[in-house]
Every structure is written in C-alpha cells, then in structure tokens.
C-alpha cells in the first residue's frame, strides 16, 4: 500500500510505474492511498523503492491480509485472529513493536482506531510477549480499515520508508514558534539523515518570518538570514544572527562563506533557480543546500529537472522529497561540486 501527500498520488502511482512497468494501482482514499501490485515479488519490490525511492511516495506499507470488514465489532475480533496467526518466529518476547491503525478521513465506523490498535497490542502482547511501543519500534504492525476491508502487514520500519503511520510525522508545537515552515525543515533534517548541528555557517534565502532561521540558530550555526519581509523581532538579538533586510538579488558574501544554504523562498522555481545559483560562489564546495521548490500545476516532474538543470555543473542532488509537510512543493537536499 502506497501513500502519497493529498492531490500528488498520481504523480507517486507514476514514479512507481517507471520502476516497475506493468505495476497496477487502486485506491483506497481518492489521490492519497493506494494498493500496489507488483510484477514482481514484495521483497524485491520494497528493495527496489527504498533505493530508488519516488519523490511522491511517502510511505510504504505491507498487505499480508485483506480482510473482509463489515464496520461492526466483528471487525476487531477479525483481526485480532489474524494477529494470533502470525509467525512467532518474527515476534521475540520483549521486542518493541508498534501497531499503526489508519482510515481514510471522514469514515465513520463504530469503534475508533485506537480501539483497534489497543485490541491488536493487547492480543500481540499476551501471543509473543511483545513491548509495544509507539516509537523505536523493530517491527510495525500496520491496519487499514475501509468500509468493507482491513489490510493489515508486519514489516520493518525502514521497509515503509517512514516508521511514522502513513509517513505523517508530527512535531511537538511548541509556545514561541515563529512559523510551521519550521516544521519542513526539522522533517528535512530526519528523512534526509542530516545533523544540522554539524554545520557552522548557513545562508537563509527568503528566511522571514524565521522558522528555519530560528531552528538553524538553535542547532548552534552562524545564519545569514536575507528577506526584503521582516524577521520575528525575537530572533533580532541573537549575536549569530545576521539579517540583511534585502531581496536575494542585491546581497553579495565572500566566496566560500558558508558551508550550508536553506532557501524556501515560495516563489516561482525557474526564478528562485536563478536567484539561488547567482549565490553558489558564497557556498564551500562540498556545503549542502536546502531548497523547497513550489509545484506548478501539473508539471511536477518538469519542474524538478528544471530546477537541477539550472543547477547542472554547481550542485548535485542528493535527494528529492515530497515531505509531509510540504503542501504544493518539494524539498531538494544538494551538495556543492
Ligand atoms: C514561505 S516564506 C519563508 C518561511 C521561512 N522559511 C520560515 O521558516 O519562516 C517565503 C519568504 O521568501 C521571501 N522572498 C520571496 N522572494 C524573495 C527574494 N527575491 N529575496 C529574498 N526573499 C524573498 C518572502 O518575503 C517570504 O518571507
């Protein structure tokens, strides 16, 4: 079962065809979720999604089990017979293992997902012994209820890409937070594996009104932040911050300044491109980028290789990502060559 950002399952469903021809696709929740069948065995599948992994596709998860669901209590009973079925051979007593219920949105049923999740930890803790867990689990047991199925599979984490339920990853909101934009960045730091405390000095392209400035500077970097729009007043204090009140097009550094760019400016890709590759000099060989860049209806692959080709010779990508929290827009990892 695939998962992809409301709107952008298409666009995952093609991905995934190109890798493997001939895959066929049917929806569980309209343009978000989807079951996969492949022309090949799950196993190779997964491999092959993890290596390769598709841009829009969030989260992975198995079908060992397509349940006839019927929306009453029958329903948990159904599964949690499935749930004394399985192999204890993969269930040591004391593993932590965590249980991932979702539906589509907007379905009503007579018990809650966590009734379910409860009846399944319940039933898989007095079977195997298991720990359940809601983080730091070594094997997800993950349920999806429509109407009249349950799909149900047990899989590593790093088989589904994400180890959040559908690849939803929450962050705690916190008092002070300046913007959600924020929240882009701390899930760009996770997927793509960055410690951002390991860089010294960062340039913020379009950094009002500071989330990612504000997160930048709390990982302990140096931040040039550069927007013509205003910086919440309480970062204006903090002596590692430099705020160059200007748009991107009239600032200049010395060459080698930074060893990280973040650029979310929200703005048309081609010019963003432009912008953020006049600034390339300023970046150390070898520093990373971090760049949203906003989808135009419809063109999405377009516009990701027009992106890269205006960066063809200065920065190789790394990774593309539809993050969970990029709404029309995708987030590019780069390295300076
Ligand atoms: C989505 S907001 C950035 C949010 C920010 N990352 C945060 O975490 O709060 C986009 C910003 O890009 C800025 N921007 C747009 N065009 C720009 C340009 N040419 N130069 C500098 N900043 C620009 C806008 O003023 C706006 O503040």
Same mark, same amino acid.
């Given at each position: ?9 298409? $666009? ?30 799950? *196993?190779? %599948? ?14 992975? $998860?198995? @079908?060992?089990? &397509? ?29 932590? @293992? ?57 899989? &590593?984490? *790093? ?8 690849? %939803? ?7 002070? $937070? ?23 000095? *960062? ?14 500077? &709390?990982?302990?970097?140096? @931040?040039?932040?550069? !927007? ?9 204090? !903090? ?33 963003? %491109?432009?912008?953020?590759? !006049? ?30 080709? *205006?960066? %063809? ?14 709404? !029309? &827009? ?6 300076? @060559?």
């Amino acid at each position: 079962m695939g998962t992809a950002n409301h709107g952008y399952a298409q $666009q995952a469903q093609e991905e995934v065809r190109r890798l493997f021809p001939g895959a066929a696709f049917r929806y569980l929740a309209p343009a978000e979720v989807f079951v996969m069948e492949f022309p090949v065995a799950s *196993a190779e %599948a997964v491999t092959t999604l993890r290596d390769k992994e598709p841009i829009f596709l969030r989260h992975i $998860q198995p @079908v060992d089990a &397509e349940l006839e669901a019927h929306g009453d209590a029958a329903d948990i009973e159904a599964l949690m017979n499935w749930a004394q079925s399985l192999p204890a051979s993969r269930f040591a007593p004391g593993l932590p @293992v965590a249980v991932h219920v979702r539906k589509p949105d907007g379905l009503a049923l007579p018990y809650a997902n966590a009734d379910l999740r409860a009846a399944l930890q319940e039933t898989l803790a007095q079977q195997f012994g298991i720990e359940p867990v809601v983080r730091g689990a070594a094997l997800i047991v993950s349920v999806y209820v429509t109407g009249d199925k349950l799909y149900a599979g047990v899989s &590593e984490p *790093a088989h589904n890409l994400s180890d959040w339920p559908g690849g %939803a990853i929450r962050f705690q909101r916190e008092d002070e $937070q300046i913007s959600r934009a924020k929240f882009k960045l701390l899930e760009a730091e996770q997927r793509f594996g960055l410690d951002l405390s390991d860089f010294r000095a *960062a340039l913020d392209i379009g950094a009002a009104p500071g989330g990612w400035t504000s997160l930048l500077l &709390e990982r302990g970097l140096r @931040v040039t932040a550069v !927007d013509p729009a205003a910086l919440h007043p309480s970062l204006l204090g !903090d002596h590692k911050l430099t705020y160059l009140r200007k748009n991107a097009g009239d600032v200049r550094f010395a060459p080698d300044s930074f060893d990280l760019l973040v650029c979310d400016m929200s703005w048309n890709p081609k010019q963003m %491109a432009r912008l953020v590759a !006049d600034l390339l000099y300023a970046l150390r060989t070898n520093g990373l980028a971090v760049i949203t860049v906003k989808l135009l209806h419809g063109k999405a692959f377009q516009t990701v290789r027009e992106v890269t080709a *205006a960066f %063809a010779g200065s920065l190789e990508l790394l990774r593309a990502k539809q993050l969970f929290h990029n709404r !029309d &827009e995708l987030t590019l990892l780069l390295r300076r @060559v």
